[in-house]
């Protein structure tokens, strides 16, 4: 049904309810108009005088496919409501809405300047305002027609540059997903978002090409172009964005006069240029890729200066070498063999390392020259003779635009920091895949959070203090000092922690004899691991420790340990939430160092892992991170949950031992029962436990075993294992968990219960004379297992249990020798039989015990 083309309303109605979006209509806007009628179906669509090119073109064939009114049929006064979309500013979709009250006002936007404003609605930085109202359309289960999904559509490839553009998230793709999945016109979408030229535009072009101007502002270029014309020349957009990709620069603005007025269009491509910054200087706004400002009481030449002047608002400072490298820097002499080499790189993970001699960097020595040197059997040989002597390096100040260039340029993976011919960093090619990649990169390098703020507040005062001193004591060491641990990770998520832990690049034990003493402490040293704890008087620990590295020589096995730098000491941490730290130095004093995104991750909830084999060198890890995840309700990170699935032969290396202490660790935080679920779940629990199996039995048998208090704690962790086992059949195989003598005696004690056959229940006489031997925490046991797999039998022991605690002293071997009876194995017959008795209640007391043995021996004793 065609509807028609206005819907009448006089200029003095009131209670008016209107949906506006910017003047000059884009894609965007006119599907986030027709999307917000779908959620406001009493609203009006006010369509503006002034659209795009391409929309004009689009309306032309789908105007009369919705209702709208037109400008003349509104009036200043008597709006009820106005909703705007792609944009938060009333007077930008037209001056009828200045004295619009805020009270009145609903915003659809994701242009960042409406991220804070107090309307109703809905603001997010995503690349199309219509994702954000195509959300709300599947929330509210709302049925859309096919020219509406592909209207929709629309909006997002031209606002996103066909999903391109920097500000793309994964909500437009999944917008988009959904219009996919019901069906859009694709032939249309390719028609109305051609970008052809006519002669007027690609005149236009072919001057801004010509005779742009390129501005050089702190490494990136940016290029002004200037142009009038008598006639209005449409689709400026699209021309300079065509510009920035034929034009040898970063950012391109456009200053173009027609009809008397000015139009501004600005579009970059580099991450430190934000031109909506640029035009803010003239009322303009936008994104940082894309902006554009409308002037018509100034000159085109007033304009331009104004742009040349606040340029350089619009460039963040440039990343540079010293803040992306890693220091200090591993090194080898040119005598360093290469068989030597390759072990360094095989322990640490790197791609080479630079060759240094006297101080003097001389060479490099990648893992490919190793590689090559080793294949013609040269392994005994000095680096020397394999190294490239061209070393390709930068300076502390090189921005992060020229090291990019450099190690493409020369295609290299390592490239060396100078700082007066020394050698002071390194950064590596993981570093450049950083910078390209993690949006979030240059902002953690340029600004280091400082937390003094949360240790003030969530740290004791005396330990604050002692923080301070310890940061004082590094500066007269000079040594760098830092807190790490767990107590990093809890003062960002504001959870008591206590822990000193330091780690000090260089002499940890040297800097704790000379903090003992200072602080009037009790020092405690390990020479072996360059470790110390020093006890204060107030019976404060503090543990130190030499900044160091660990490399493992098999998978599961126990680190080795070099001493090594900070990032070093961090990356051998477990997951990245656990590898931060705190500088203590004065200068530095409560900076947060963070190399692996590790308060990201913490915010997230996301437990990562800091490389691709941490569980294959340490599969404990997997337990330490169902901790996390359990405890904290944090999440595995997709890749993480990869590597642990992938880990089940490093876990068949780990001991018995490793396993029960790692457990009972988590079990002091978590349950057994969900513990074993979630190794069920991740296919880890055989790994882990060999032979062991998940069922709804073994689930309610640990769990109705963690809720008695009354195991003792030294079968804790045993105890829990046990179930796994005791429904499948395959006892023998707990025997390797079974290390000490009460875990083995539970074992063995337990197979033979399981044995018991139904006339060992027929009575609690019967059942004493089966288990009178077996002491009560096998018992308690035996009973959850029964509760599980018999109820009944189970209530036969927990009746038996309560009735022996109470059984009296009945006969004992003195009343038996009184009856001449000869000693022997005799004697305990009588005395069982005696306690069968009583637990039938056919024995009430020990005067009956007597009596019933006088009558076995046939006689009375001697008086």
């Known amino acids: 049904m065609v509807l028609p083309v206005f819907i009448r309303m006089t200029s003095r109605g009131g209670n008016m309810k209107i949906i506006a979006a910017h003047k000059n209509t884009d894609f965007d806007a006119l599907a986030s108009l027709v999307a917000a009628k779908k959620l406001h179906p009493d609203a009006s669509i006010l369509l503006p005088a002034k659209v795009s090119p391409n929309v004009k073109q689009y309306l032309a064939i789908y105007r009369d496919q919705f209702p709208y009114i037109n400008e003349n049929q509104i009036s200043s006064e008597g709006i009820e409501k106005l909703i705007l979309v792609d944009t938060y500013d009333p007077v930008r979709a037209s001056n009828k809405f200045q004295e619009v009250p805020p009270a009145s006002i609903t915003v659809y936007d994701h242009h960042p300047e409406s991220f804070d404003l107090p309307y109703p609605g809905e603001t997010a930085a995503v690349g199309a305002t219509i994702t954000i109202l195509l959300e709300r359309i599947q929330t509210s289960e709302i049925i859309l027609t096919d020219w509406e999904r592909t209207l929709f559509a629309l909006g997002l490839y031209t606002d996103t540059g066909s999903f391109t553009h920097e500000h793309t998230t994964s909500r437009d793709v999944r917008a988009l997903l959904f219009l996919f999945k019901q069906g859009i016109a694709l032939d249309v979408v390719n028609r109305f978002s051609d970008t052809s030229f006519s002669e ?49 620069a970063d950012a391109c603005i456009a200053v173009t006069e027609m009809k008397n007025t000015i139009f501004v269009t600005a579009r970059s491509e580099h991450p430190r240029v934000d031109v909506s910054k640029a035009l803010a200087a003239i009322d303009g706004g936008g994104h940082p890729q894309a902006a554009a400002a409308t002037i018509k009481d100034e000159g085109q030449a007033e304009v331009t200066a104004k742009l040349h002047a606040h340029l350089s608002e619009a460039v963040t400072p440039a990343l540079v070498a010293k803040q992306m490298m890693s220091q200090p820097v591993k090194t080898v002499t040119p005598d360093t063999s290469t068989e030597e080499v390759r072990a360094e790189i095989r322990r640490y993970g790197h791609s080479g390392f630079p060759v240094q001699i006297n101080g003097k960097l001389v060479g490099m020595i990648s893992r490919r020259d190793v590689d090559k040197a080793l294949h013609h059997g040269l392994g005994h040989a000095p680096v020397k003779g394999h190294m490239n002597e061209h070393v390709i390096t930068c300076e502390a100040n090189t921005t992060s635009e020229e090291v990019q260039k450099r190690m493409i340029t020369h295609d290299i993976g390592r490239l060396p920091v100078l700082a007066n011919n020394e050698l002071i960093g390194i950064i590596s090619r993981s570093d450049l895949l950083q910078l390209l990649h993690d949006k979030h990169y240059e902002t953690k390098k340029k600004e280091k959070r400082n937390l003094t703020d949360n240790m003030t507040h969530a740290l004791p005062a005396d330990h604050f203090d002692l923080l301070k001193t310890i940061g004082h004591i590094a500066d007269q060491k000079g040594v760098q000092a830092y807190l790490i641990g767990g107590i990093v ?49 107030n019976g404060q620990h503090v543990d130190v420790a030499s900044a160091r590295a660990e490399y493992y020589d098999a998978p599961a096995a126990l680190p080795n340990v070099r001493f090594s730098n900070l990032r070093e000491d961090l990356y051998r941490r477990d997951f990245t939430f656990n590898a931060m730290a705190i500088q203590l130095n004065e200068d530095a004093f409560g900076t947060l160092i963070d190399p692996f995104g590790g308060e990201k991750d913490l915010q997230e909830g996301q437990i990562r892992v800091l490389h691709n084999l941490s569980f294959i060198e340490d599969p404990t890890r997997i337990l330490r991170a169902i901790r996390f995840e359990l405890k904290f309700s944090y999440t595995l990170a997709a890749d993480t949950e990869r590597f642990a699935e992938l880990a089940p032969s490093a876990i068949s290396r780990l001991s018995a031992d490793r396993i029960k202490a790692e457990l009972l660790r988590l079990f002091s935080e978590v349950t057994a029962a969900r513990t074993f679920k979630r190794l069920d779940a991740l296919t880890l629990l055989g790994a882990f436990i060999p032979f062991a199996e998940w069922s709804r039995q073994t689930r309610e048998m640990i769990s109705i075993l963690e809720d008695d208090q009354s195991l003792p ?3 804790y962790t045993f105890s829990r294992i046990l179930p796994l086992f005791a429904f499948n059949g395959k006892l023998q195989h707990l025997t390797r968990f079974a290390l000490t003598r009460a875990e083995k005696q539970l074992l063995n004690t337990f197979e033979r219960l399981q044995t018991l056959d139904d006339t060992a229940f027929t009575s609690l006489g019967t059942l004493h004379e089966n288990v009178h031997d077996v002491e009560e925490t096998s018992l308690v046991i035996f009973e959850i297992y029964m509760k599980v797999f018999h109820q009944k039998k189970s209530t036969a022991i927990k009746r038996y249990r309560d009735k022996r605690r109470r059984m009296p002293s009945l006969l004992s071997g003195e009343d038996l020798r009184k009856l001449h009876m000869v000693p022997g194995p005799q004697y305990k017959r009588f005395l069982l039989q005696a306690e069968n008795l009583w637990m039938d209640d056919s024995l009430k007391n ?6 019933w043995l006088r009558n076995r021996n046939g006689g009375e004793s001697d008086k």
């Open 200 to 248: 007027e535009q690609k005149a236009l072009l072919l001057q801004l090409l010509q005779q742009g101007e390129v501005h050089d502002v702190d490494g990136v270029s940016i290029m002004i172009g200037t142009f009038s014309a008598d006639a209005f020349i449409d689709r400026l957009n699209l021309i300079v964005e065509k510009w920035l990709d034929l034009a040898e």
């Open 489 to 537: 990770r809890d003062l960002l998520l504001k959870r008591e922690n206590e822990d000193m832990d330091i780690v000090i690049e260089g002499d940890g034990i040297a800097f704790a004899d000379t903090a003992a003493d200072q602080l009037d402490g009790e020092l405690y040293t390990h020479n072996d691991f360059k470790t110390a704890k020093i006890i204060l008087n």
């Open 713 to 715: 704690e030294n079968l």
């Open 846 to 851: 020990r005067d009956e015990a007597l009596q």
